[in-house]
């Protein structure tokens, strides 16, 4: 595992379950995954926050394992919602499929996703050796 | 070509001309390409989406070119756009460029871009042995 | 020093202190810096768009430190504002850190961020030999 995380304490604490910073070596396989939202196998889409976000993040996992990386080799995800009143609800799925791991992140809030009723959509860089 | 492609039957199948995740070995370079505008040459700025999405990707080829690659080394690209009607007019475009590449993909609809009159902004990230 | 810079003369030039691309070769080590916002390490937000932009580039430049890189090794940074009204602001201040560093830049305007006070985020890609 040659991950390493980054946070120095001269700043402020990460303020969630991320890193401020992810670094790793060039030698490894980079892995992009597309913004991924909570639209399930069957083509249906969860009806709110909590049941995108697990469907989601299911779906970014698979990405992962398609490619042979799991949750722990995640580097960087960035977070789109529609509302900051959407957080708690997305904070705890994510940290539930995070478990120990802590990528860099970066959440904003957007004004839409490409479908009105795609409320969530995550993307991540990964690495493994 | 040491691109891999991503796409788990075991999820839903991409919506578009995009893969869920691409994968490359770290031994080659990387580029990343800053958000592109509708912005000509000539520095006028394309009047509507169409326009816009052709200057757009026509300026990101051209920062892919200027780095001995093309459009078969993107790994990601990063959507901008004003309004998720516009979808369809950028869609067309940016297919119309990318031919049979299917970069990993995030598209997201945003307030703004830096200057009022841009309604499209791409980045990418490309990758070349 | 292997960054190098791609600005092809057959596009408008980049419209401030960014390079339409910067690419690196995939031997050295690759750091993913997390939104960084304009929290201090005291916990205290900065008041105003430049105090925020100071502070959330001051975080930036620790965590690069803190991978023993420097503002010169940044590929990539996105800005992240809530109001086009806020780029001459926080252009000043992310001129004045950046020096002569050029890196890859996409600037975009969203809803908000993760909290209400929050007006300035930034994340970056960094690579060092």
Redesign the interface.
């Known amino acids: 595992m040659s991950l390493?995380t980054?946070?120095?304490t001269?700043?402020?604490a990460?303020?969630g379950a991320?890193?401020?910073?992810?670094?790793?070596?060039?030698?490894?396989?980079?892995?992009?995954?597309?913004?991924?939202v909570g639209?399930?196998?069957?083509?249906s889409v969860a009806p709110d926050v909590a049941g995108q976000a697990d469907a989601a993040w299911?779906?970014l996992l698979?990405?992962?394992?398609?490619?042979g990386m799991g949750v722990g080799d995640l580097?960087?995800v960035?977070n789109?919602l529609l509302s900051?009143g959407d957080?708690a609800d997305y904070g705890a799925v994510r940290s539930r499929h995070l478990g120990t791991a802590r990528?860099?992140?970066?959440?904003?809030?957007?004004?839409?996703?490409?479908?009105?009723e795609w409320r969530v959509?995550v993307?991540a860089?990964a690495?493994h050796a």
């Open positions: 390493r980054h946070n120095p001269t700043q402020a990460p303020l991320y890193s401020n910073g992810v670094s790793a070596p060039g030698s490894g396989r980079w892995l992009h995954v597309a913004g991924q639209v399930r196998a069957d083509g299911q779906n698979g990405v992962l394992a398609d490619a580097v960087k960035t789109y900051a957080l990528p860099a992140s970066t959440l904003v809030i957007v004004q839409a996703l490409a479908r009105p959509e993307e860089v690495w």
